[in-house]
């Protein structure tokens, strides 16, 4: 579990706490409050409910990433579906679904100082990753209230490169959201 999906659950086990302060301004400590520019609008919204992570990526875009073999399904700790396959390389591709309201603000809000704001396949995702590219993580609203997390270890040529590979065709084989 990322540490940034960690942060969200822990972020929304409180929410009635965050409700009642953000009612305050400063919260009288004389330091200006931080905003969070708000997640820009997802068009082509994707459907991630009821869908099993493990079955969103094709045996291609497994081997694509330099990965075989039906994933292993799961949960995280919090209960978020998820799904890891494991190369021979120590290579690991993890798929997790988090469905809130306002689920990417709240990871938003909520992520690293170095997590990017980016886009990914046109949909609003934050990246994290780490300086040499062994690890990548992108959270990708695919409707107001699902993001779609893909972490990678030891992708080649790059953990980012590889991981954006397959977040496309997992992004292609979602459905479209029904309201």
Sequence with gaps: M??????????LASAAALAASAC?????????????PPVPAID??????????????????????GLAGPGAPGQTPEGLPQCEWRGQNGSL?????FLAPGALDTLAGNSEPT?????????????TFTE???YCQYDIGTAPDQVLIGAFTGGTPDSCTALQDVLAGVLGNLPRHQA
């Design 132 to 134: 040499r590219g062994q």
């Design 115 to 127: 997590t990017a704001r980016v886009r990914l396949q046109g949909y609003p995702a934050l990246e």
């Design 93 to 97: 591709l993890t798929l997790t679904f």
């Design 2 to 11: 990322s540490p940034t999906v960690r942060a969200a659950i822990a972020l």
């Design 44 to 65: 082509d919204a994707k459907d991630i409910r009821g869908a099993d992570p493990c079955a969103l990526i094709t045996p291609e875009q497994l081997a694509q990433a």
């Design 24 to 36: 305050g301004a400063s919260g009288g400590s004389g330091e200006p409050e931080t905003t969070v």
